[in-house]
């Protein structure tokens, strides 16, 4: 009997087996899990450009005038022994003299100053009319002969006493305004190196002097060179002069004078606001 339930189940297992080759078990197949997809580049029709960046426009000022409120012409003089203002002939307008070792002559349509002698020694010539206050003058030099420490120049607002201011130009290339009071000489400023500034002789410069009440400005050919401000001499003559340094000789002939009228109001400096305290 308990043969017989063995062979029942053996014959079972068998039955079994064989069904389970007929109907094979299912394949699993994996799922693929989706990967991270690549983004669809976005086509930029308009790309964005760099932004310069904004500088400043620079604001180009213009060159002052340096000889302001010239007026009219008041006179020239043509170094002529009839020189004319207006139409009344003025003979002997300027101071001459003739000496040994140094002179001043009006000839050839020239004011000639030379010195022969050694120094230090000067020689000056004025002319006799009119008296100026605030003008404008310019007047053409050329030099024959002239060492590196003589000297030349115009003079102005030349009153009596001896006292007068001057342009004087060394012949090394330099410059400086000066007062005289009863003869003495102080610079208004130290000697100003200048490119117009002849450094030897043979040469020719245009010397030029503007002055408005205590204001003097100072040009050679035509280009500003400094200014100053001195109130005592407020009015005078005009001249020219040269100065020997040593056993150097000096000669300059002065031509082409022109005078001309200035009228201009110096800007008034603004007002500056003062803080008031507080109680």
């Known amino acids: 009997m308990k043969l017989t339930i063995f062979y029942r189940v053996m014959l079972l297992l068998v039955s079994l087996t064989a069904c389970s080759g007929l109907f094979p078990a299912p394949t699993l197949t ?14 930029l029709w308009f790309p964005p450009t760099n932004t310069p960046a904004t500088f400043p426009t620079r604001t180009i000022l213009s060159t002052p ?3 302001p409120g010239l007026g009219e012409l008041l006179f020239t003089d043509s ?26 002559t009006v000839t050839r349509n020239r004011l000639i100053l030379s010195i022969s002698g050694p120094g ?9 009319q009119p008296t100026l206050g605030n003008f404008y003058a310019e007047a053409t030099v050329k030099l024959s002969l002239c060492g590196s420490k003589d000297q030349f120049g115009m003079i102005f607002r030349a009153a009596p006493g001896d006292n007068y201011y001057r342009f004087a130009v060394r012949c090394d290339g330099q ?17 100003q190196s200048s490119g117009d500034a002849p450094s030897a002789a043979p040469a020719e410069v245009k010397l030029g002097v503007w002055t408005l009440g205590s204001e003097m400005r100072f040009f050679l050919n035509d280009h500003y060179q400094f200014s100053v401000r001195d109130p005592l001499l407020p009015a005078g ?23 001309y009228s200035v009228y201009y109001t110096s800007p008034t400096p603004s007002p500056t606001s003062s803080r008031t305290p507080t109680p």
Do not use: H, K
């Open 30 to 43: 994996p799922t693929p899990v989706p990967g991270t997809e690549t983004p669809t580049p976005t086509i």
């Open 65 to 67: 005038e340096q000889r």
């Open 79 to 104: 170094f002529d022994s009839r020189a004319e203002t207006g139409t009344t002939p003025q003979p002997d307008l300027w101071s001459t003299s003739v000496a040994s070792w140094a002179s001043a």
């Open 120 to 128: 230090p020694v000067s020689i000056a010539s004025l002319r006799n």
């Open 175 to 191: 410059a400086r305004p000066e007062r005289v009071l009863s003869g003495s000489n102080s610079p208004l400023l130290d000697w």
């Open 237 to 259: 003559r005009l001249g020219f002069f040269v100065y020997a340094s040593g056993a150097t000789p000096i000669t300059a002939s002065f031509s082409d004078l022109a005078v």
